[in-house]
Structures are given as structure tokens and as C-alpha cells.
Nanobody, 124 residues
């Protein structure tokens, strides 16, 4: 079992930045790949970014590439999502997720554990 708790969401103006954190407890954090997903009202949950167990490899959706950076600190059992140059279309509930193994998947149903989500609102 892995318990995940996100933090760092809030209201920001377009062009601003936020850093989300996801603290993990339970199973050895370094044994799971991590992903950040987001879900806007009326839309399906979508992949934003992912990182392998070691942190060596990262993956991004085209919509956030060049603006978002995912990272992890295995000593602190925490994964981060640095979001820069935010746009109104980035408004969503952001979820972190964990899956056993090293492979990062972009499909939500490949992940075993989920946090409760944190709201990010970008005003124009």
C-alpha cells in the first residue's frame, strides 16, 4: 500500500508558477513509478507528467512540455511538479499517482494508488 497526499495547489494568474508536492508513505517509495494527472470539469482525467523509480527518466504530455517539470526526492518520499508559464487551460484538479515497477504509463488505469487531488486555478 502507498498513501499519497498532494499539496501546493491554489489560485494564480496566467503566466505565474506553482509547485505541487506529493508526499508518499507506506511502501518503499523508490519501488514505484510516479505520475501527475489532471482533471478539468467535464473532462476525463489526463496524464500530465511521469517519472521513473530512479528519477532518471521523465515524460510529459505535449500540452505541458517545456513548462512543467517533474522531479522526485526518494530520501524524502516526495514527488514534485513545478509548473511555470501557467495558462487558464491548466485549471484542473491535479492528482499524483503511483504504480509498481519502473515504467511510466500515460493511462490512468495503469496506476494503483492515488492521492485526493489538489485544485489549481489559473485566472486570465
Amino acid at each position: 500500500q502507498v498513501q499519497l497526499v498532494e499539496s501546493g495547489g491554489g489560485l494564480v494568474q496566467a503566466g505565474g508558477s506553482l509547485r505541487l508536492s506529493c508526499a508518499a508513505s507506506g511502501r518503499t517509495f523508490s519501488s514505484v513509478a510516479m505520475g501527475w494527472f489532471r482533471q478539468a470539469p467535464g473532462k476525463e482525467r489526463e496524464f500530465a507528467a511521469g517519472i521513473t523509480r530512479s528519477g532518471r527518466n521523465t515524460y510529459y504530455a505535449d500540452s505541458v512540455k517545456g513548462r512543467f517539470t517533474i522531479s522526485r526526492d526518494n530520501a524524502k518520499n516526495t514527488v514534485y511538479l513545478q509548473m511555470n508559464s501557467l495558462k487558464p487551460e491548466d485549471t484542473a484538479v491535479y492528482y499524483c499517482a503511483a504504480r509498481s515497477g519502473s515504467v511510466v504509463h500515460t493511462r490512468a488505469n495503469e496506476y494503483d494508488y492515488w492521492g485526493q487531488g489538489t485544485q489549481v486555478t489559473v485566472s486570465s
